[in-house]
């Protein structure tokens, strides 16, 4: 049974949601499989590029925050499925080893207005590295079902 | 050396990405990594569930559009990166062995105002399910070298 419901979820909350590190091996398997760009998969080629080195795949970091989300929030509430992201934004490179800190606040909530179920959540989620410098974040609309439904 | 320029990227291009395919162990697979709700790797919980069955992650259904993306267009572009992606929707399920066609336009291309080696080329890629339904679509903005730079 889920412990959050849409009625739980009110705008300015902020979660916590942990922490992930992409390793050199992780960063490329991943591009590899999904984003096979020399920044991502070929060592040499990202050391002699603008990045200086190799760089994870946009798709990963954001998929590493999503890891976070669920673990963090969605496996726990009455989650009904996704609208969509805006704003998804890679600021800073993610590299191998660095330790990146997520966080998730709650933007905004509004009742479906076509079924009385269920609620959308608005809801910014932002990783931050060491240095405290953003790499990544996104704007992600939820679905969650109400307490009574 | 690549052979797409800023300069060859124009408003109202379409190319044909190709397709992709998610089988049920690839679904699974990406999910207990980044998405691990039980819609996407728990057989009897999805078909419980609204969906009827397993589908993939949407993190996974971007990801499978962003290695055709790199594929059929970025690989052979002078890429400087991307600064993020808006719009990003999942508007219909993606189940296992489905082929989901994806095709890229270009919207619109803007001369960088502070760089004069490159510009940036908003683009959406969609793909689009065998019965010709929308199942993902993106607008991404992409930072493409110029020919001459």
Known sequence: MPSL?????DEG?????GTFTLSRDEIMEFAGRFDPQPIHVDEE???ASVFGGLIASGWHTASACMRLIVDGLLIDAASMGAIGV???RWTAPVRPGQTITVRNE???????????DRGYVRNRTVG???EGEEVVSMVGVNIIGKRDA
């Open 106 to 116: 709650v933007l905004e909530t509004r009742e479906s207005e076509s079924r009385d």
């Open 13 to 17: 909350q902020t979660r916590e949601l």
């Open 128 to 130: 931050v590295n060491e």
């Open 45 to 47: 080629a990202a050391e």
């Open 86 to 88: 805006d704003e998804l």
């Open 5 to 9: 419901y849409f009625e739980d979820l």
